[in-house]
């Protein structure tokens, strides 16, 4: 059926546009999305606070460099809808969170010779959580390509069909 379609029924039948768009989604492709935000923030927060400064202040800028990084996406469909809503409640999260940490004002205690390492890590953490958003996002956007071209082929196969009738009926006329 035409997405376009179902949201008007779903609108007809009393539903948001944002609760159709997120009834799409299931309970483990949100947990997927909330899960590759929070390994992204956790990457962007330990290459920040290596880099220098307080945790604070690598939560605050890892919490706007997820929030860009989720804004940024082009794609428009329910993976990034979730993904854009996500973002917020996961900054709320994490503002409560750095609200009450009595550890928010440290340095980083890394020994010289796990510098890399950790680096590495956070890298890797990074790469992870974009790989688990685009994967999630992709398919999505998949599918709904996928529809449209169904959508596409129908409307083909019916378009063919009545230039098939009308090529009939005009050969018949002529017949008579």
């Known amino acids: ?10 609108m007809l ?4 546009p944002n609760e159709f768009t997120k009834s799409r989604l299931q ?3 949100r947990q997927q999305i909330d899960d590759a935000i929070e390994i992204l923030f956790s990457g962007l927060a330990l290459q920040k606070w290596l880099r220098g400064g307080i ?3 690598a939560w605050e800028s890892a ?11 082009q794609i428009n469909n329910p993976a990034t809808s ?3 809503e996500a973002v917020f409640f996961h ?4 503002h409560v969170k750095i609200m009450y940490a009595t550890h928010a004002n440290e340095t980083i205690s890394c020994p010289e010779n796990k510098r890399d390492e950790w680096a590495q890590n956070a890298a890797t953490k990074i790469q992870n959580g974009l790989d688990m958003l685009q994967h999630k996002i992709t398919e999505f956007e998949t599918a709904d390509a996928a529809q449209r071209n169904t959508k596409k082929a129908t409307e083909n196969i019916i378009w063919k069909e009545i230039q098939l009738t009308r090529e009939n009926e005009h050969v018949r006329e002529r017949e008579k």
């Open 1 to 10: 059926m035409d997405m376009d379609f179902e949201k008007t029924l779903a």
């Open 13 to 16: 039948g009393g539903q948001s």
């Open 27 to 29: 309970d483990a492709d």
């Open 55 to 57: 945790l604070r202040d």
């Open 63 to 73: 919490l706007d460099v997820v929030r860009a990084t989720i804004f940024e996406i």
């Open 82 to 84: 979730y993904a854009r």
């Open 91 to 94: 900054r709320r999260k994490w």
